[in-house]
């Protein structure tokens, strides 16, 4: 399976949109990976579900989601393009590079545990300036 080596082409305007669909109740949320025409709602109809994540921790303190790539790649090449959250996940699994999102809340995140480590009072905000 050929991987994609930059994040050109993977955004920009299309008619089909690979995105998470919320699902769950009240704290317990759950999402389906699906493909959908792009100017629609979320919550708008499907024209196929390729897989799922359920953000919520199992007992081994894994996130789970299940995904065919072979759909994934199919609708990729079909000129589909991906939300951020979807491009994040699809990074973090290892289908694409990783997003540049993902660094910059690994690095908050290190941020603000080293900050409460040494009792220094963590800003409320944090902005970070990409040139």
Not at 87 to 112: D, Q, V
């Given at each position: 399976?050929?991987?994609?080596q930059?994040?050109?082409?993977?955004?920009?305007?299309?008619?089909?949109?690979?995105?998470?669909?919320?699902?769950?109740?009240?704290?317990?949320?759950?999402?389906?990976?699906?493909?959908?025409?792009?100017?629609?709602?979320?919550?708008?109809?499907v024209?196929?579900?390729?897989?799922?994540?359920?953000?919520?921790?199992?007992q081994?303190?894994?996130?789970?989601?299940?995904?065919?790539?072979?759909?994934?790649?199919?609708?990729?090449?079909?000129?589909?393009?991906?939300?951020?959250?979807?491009?994040?996940?699809?990074?973090?699994?290892?289908?694409?590079?990783?997003?540049?999102?993902?660094?910059?809340?690994?690095?908050?995140?290190?941020?603000?545990?080293?900050?409460?480590?040494?009792?220094?009072?963590?800003?409320?905000?944090?902005?970070?300036?990409?040139?």
């Amino acid at each position: 399976m050929p991987r994609i080596q930059s994040w050109k082409g993977i955004y920009g305007v299309a008619k089909k949109s690979i995105r998470l669909q919320q699902h769950g109740c009240t704290n317990r949320p759950f999402f389906h990976i699906v493909v959908m025409e792009a100017k629609l709602p979320s919550d708008g109809p499907v024209i196929e579900q390729i897989g799922s994540f359920d953000p919520l921790p199992n007992q081994n303190n894994e996130k789970l989601v299940a995904v065919n790539f072979d759909r994934l790649q199919y609708w990729i090449s079909e000129g589909a393009k991906m939300s951020i959250p979807a491009a994040s996940l699809f990074g973090l699994s290892g289908f694409f590079p990783i997003h540049p999102r993902s660094y910059l809340n690994a690095w908050r995140e290190r941020l603000k545990d080293s900050d409460q480590a040494f009792g220094k009072p963590v800003p409320s905000s944090l902005t970070i300036k990409i040139k």
